[in-house]
């Protein structure tokens, strides 16, 4: 208590949005955690902007930064993006004064659900460096709803965890049972992995759904390009997909719970090489 106060006397605390003047701070604050993160958070500002996304000042000196991405075709479901605070002020409570002021935003834009995904990365020295954030995730309201091994690489697991900030009505009719019509599009690499690729795909208004063939022809280009694991997911209200994607040797690994709506859910399945 004594040091955070010490701290403090340096000027006040105060988070705002982002600009993009400051981007460069922010990327040496995540660089001083995590190389590949700031690689790929470089590459995340670039491509989706930084709209959503806060940082946290110590008078005129960016420490932390923080934000979240509503993500598409769900009802006001989002996704914690970058959240770092700088290691010198690491342990002294600006993470969950941070984290706390997004979540009053995202109550504001009318958020109703939010996940956040972390990995179980235990560096060169024996330390788990993303235990931290875990307990304060956890400590939040948080909790995990997935979990897929060896997804980052062998032994590196990631966690995705929920948390909701809208009650669901109590008179919420639960969804229809839907047939869709899908065509799979692309398998692609998942960034910051190794080996571990995802499927894309798309509903179309016509013709049949996908078949056990139709994956086994993701399954035999997952071979080519050397795959470990290769991972799809699609809403719990498509009754057609599991059955072709059992027979292609496919498995269901977990479900993220009112992912695209209430009752609504995102189901994952996974594909081990």
Partial sequence: MNELKTIRKKGPISIRQMLDEDIDAVLEIIDGHDEDDAEEAERDYQEMGIAGQFVMLLADQIIGVSGARRIDATDN???LSWTYVDEDHCGQGFGRQ???????EIHKANGRKIFVYVSDYIDEDGVSIYATAMKLYQSIGFIEELKIEDYYDKGESLSVLGLELKQADADFEECVIESPKIVFQELYPVAETENTYSVSWKVKM???????????????????????????SFPSNFDNVAMPLFEAGFSQVG????????????????LRI
């Fill in 98 to 104: 941070l984290l706390q002021h997004l979540l009053d």
């Fill in 206 to 232: 016509f013709g049949n759904s996908f078949s056990p063939s139709d994956v086994k022809l993701i399954v035999n280009a997952a071979y080519d390009v050397k795959a470990n694991l290769v991972l799809i």
């Fill in 255 to 270: 479900q993220l719970k009112d992912y695209y709506e209430n009752s609504v859910h995102e189901d994952h399945y996974a």
């Fill in 77 to 79: 479901t989002f996704k």
